[in-house]
């Protein structure tokens, strides 16, 4: 599973609490307040999540190196031929 953006980390974190928030509000429209509330976000407020984004990437990269070393992966490459 690829590694989430910034964005979607700022989401999930924001979903949860504006739901108890306004809880009469559907997801479509608590995504709409999300997003509005992501782009009035500064370069250095967005910098938190831009750095977990940062370090989930390089987690997936490095699990990724591993997992193509093994014989799963291997197995797996041959049934896509």
């Known amino acids: 599973k ?3 953006s910034s964005y ?3 989401s999930n ?3 949860n609490e504006m739901k108890d928030q306004y809880p009469d509000k559907k997801i479509t429209e608590l995504s709409k307040l999300i997003a ?3 782009k009035g976000k ?3 407020a967005k910098k938190v999540y831009e750095d977990q984004a940062q370090i989930n ?3 997936y ?3 990724m190196e591993e997992y193509k070393k093994t014989e799963e992966y291997k197995n ?3 049934t896509l031929e």
Do not use: G, L, V
């Open 57 to 59: 990437k390089k987690k």
């Open 61 to 63: 990269h490095e699990t």
């Open 76 to 78: 797996y490459q041959n």
């Open 13 to 15: 974190e924001r979903r």
């Open 8 to 10: 979607f980390i700022f």
């Open 2 to 4: 690829r590694p989430q």
């Open 42 to 44: 500064s370069a250095e």
């Open 36 to 38: 509005e509330e992501w």
